[in-house]
């Protein structure tokens, strides 16, 4: 007897779904499944939405950070101008920082790290397009929002040695403790960062 299996169409729409980050063969299958049936999943809308953010999303020409033209919101707003450049990895580390409202400056994404396994040197990344607006915009400082571990220390240290020459302070964010958690949680690495990155409490 024939085994059977839901149509091809489905099937088609259920691989699609796996290609997605995160997303196995069940998750695929259940999700599938909800846009094919559901009343509540309007997949028009869907389809719609995912068209448009593809047409009209892109990287910002000045800071890589997302936009819908040819600058991002941050890089368009005139307040942020001549303060601190944020350097991050990705695009995607914007919002996490931008969301404390602590920081009022403007972003460079680097579009990744140094990371000779994966022959990322530094020409594959943004460090060019970085001095260049440092050249041009002044800012008062540049801080290094960098990941945590070897490649983001080496990309640091890269960075901190070409930016040298233009005088401007280079700091990087403090790394320790997150809140809320223990001592018994952290590795080595974080409590030494956590004691080197001590502050003295106001009384």
Known sequence: MKPVDYP?????????LRR???IGPRSAER???WLATSPDAHPEALIDALSVAAREMRACERCGFFATGAECVICADPQRAGREICVVETATDVLPLERTGF???????LGGRLAPLENTGPED????????RIAAEQPTEIILALSADVEGEATANYLSEVLAPFGIPVSHIAQGLPAGGGLEHADQLTLQRALEGRSVRAR
Request: net charge positive; glycine share 4%; proline share 7%.
């Open 31 to 33: 999700i599938a499944l």
């Open 125 to 132: 990344l943004r460090i060019d397009a970085l001095v260049s």
């Open 8 to 16: 091809e169409p489905f099937q088609q729409l259920a691989r699609q």
């Open 20 to 22: 997605l980050p995160s």
């Open 103 to 109: 920081f009022a400056g403007r972003y460079h994404t």
